[in-house]
């Protein structure tokens, strides 16, 4: 397996949840050749384990920690997170590839469902949530409509006349955690056992955090971290170069796996969605000002100060924004800003300051007319 192909390996399997036989045979396929070599990789540098199975590949990813960058799965309301669950415990006790009716699973979440979460399906909002839900079920392939559309059930409780079938993978969907989650008396018992359970070494932590999270920033609690990483940042970039498409980036504040150009097959920042190109205009002007950072090279902003960059950022470059982003106002402007900065560690609103991290200062851009 040369670096080529170690480099296709790597950003199939941490691009991806999992690859289905069914849906990408090639990519299946090319996986399940070079498995002794992932497998054996995977597991000495990024102490990960890696899952084959006749209908899917799939490289175990569990997060160190909850943070904003880790996306929007689509939901909207906590009782969305709720029927979710309520629903994976109905599909887990299926076994695979069983038809069911929309009626079944209904009558199973109201069995299913605990005393506080009071279910009526006379109530739009709740079909709507469900419908929501069904529809993420779909999308990550645990179950397939066989016959029938849930926008009808959206629309009235009486249209429950849709079949649906679990798939082959959907039971291994859900992570298991190191005992019963009974066991746990809250999330947090149930997160620190789970970061017990890891068994990593420092530099397989290391490997694992810079592959799956957007930025690593030196603080007090990861001193030893960035001690670590400087002794070995030329074996790091070594094995960055030959076989994946990340450069390792490594300064006193801040540590990162990058990547050149623009790619709409992988989750990267700056993608071509307008919104990054307003950020990056954002860091334009952070760079042009006279602020002071403190010891970890963050910037505060008061709200005041946030308020008129926004405005700034507003004269100076509305002219070569999409219309959605030039018919908003400086307060709309000011919330999507800060939401996709929060995806992206780049910065965060912190009660009435913004905290703008060092990795926002690497960043810069020059606007133009086709004109100049």
């Known amino acids: 397996m040369n ?60 997060p160190h920690r909850l943070a904003p960058w880790m996306g929007d799965i689509g939901f909207q309301e906590p009782a969305d997170y709720a029927l979710f669950c309520l629903a994976m415990a109905y599909v887990e006790d299926l076994e695979a590839e069983t038809p069911f009716m929309l009626d079944e699973l209904i009558r199973s979440l109201g069995l299913l469902a605990p005393e506080e979460l009071l279910l009526d399906w006379t109530n739009y909002n709740q079909r709507k949530s469900l419908v929501r839900v069904l529809r993420k079920l779909i999308s990550l392939r645990l179950i397939e409509t066989i016959q029938g559309d849930t926008a009808y059930f959206e629309h009235s409780e009486a249209n429950q006349e849709v079949l649906f079938a679990t798939t082959t993978q959907a039971r291994s969907f ?17 997160w620190a ?57 490594l300064y006193r504040d801040y540590a990162a796996f990058t990547t050149e150009g623009r790619d709409a097959a992988k989750a990267v920042f700056p993608s071509r969605q307008v919104i990054d190109d307003l950020l990056i205009q954002t860091a334009t002007l952070l760079r042009q000002s006279t602020l002071q950072e403190d010891y970890q090279g963050i910037v505060l902003l008061h709200e005041e100060q946030w308020e008129s960059l926004i405005k700034t950022l507003q004269e100076k470059y509305q002219a070569f924004w999409s219309k959605e982003f030039k018919e908003m106002s400086c307060a709309q402007l000011s919330q999507v800003i800060l939401h996709r900065g929060e995806n992206w560690q780049l910065l965060e609103k912190a009660e009435n300051q913004v905290k703008i991290y060092p990795v926002f200062g690497r960043m810069i851009a020059e606007m133009r007319t086709e004109n100049e």
């Open 193 to 249: 056992d789970l970061q017990e359970s890891r068994g990593l070494e420092i530099n397989q932590l290391l490997y694992q955090r810079l592959m799956m999270e957007p930025v690593l920033m030196r603080s007090e609690e990861t001193e030893e971290e960035f001690s670590r990483l400087r002794n070995y940042a030329r074996y790091m970039k070594d094995f960055l170069e030959e076989n994946t498409e990340f450069s390792f980036e």
């Open 3 to 62: 670096g080529e192909q170690m480099s296709q390996a790597m950003q199939l399997l941490f691009e991806h949840f999992w690859i289905i036989r069914e849906d990408a045979p090639e990519q299946y396929s090319f996986l399940r050749r070079h498995q002794g070599q992932l497998q054996k990789e995977l597991r000495q540098r990024f102490g990960m384990n890696l899952i084959i199975r006749p209908q899917y590949i799939q490289l175990l990813k569990r």
């Open 174 to 190: 859900l992570a298991r955690a190191p005992q019963s989650y009974t066991q746990y008396s809250d999330f947090a018992a149930f």
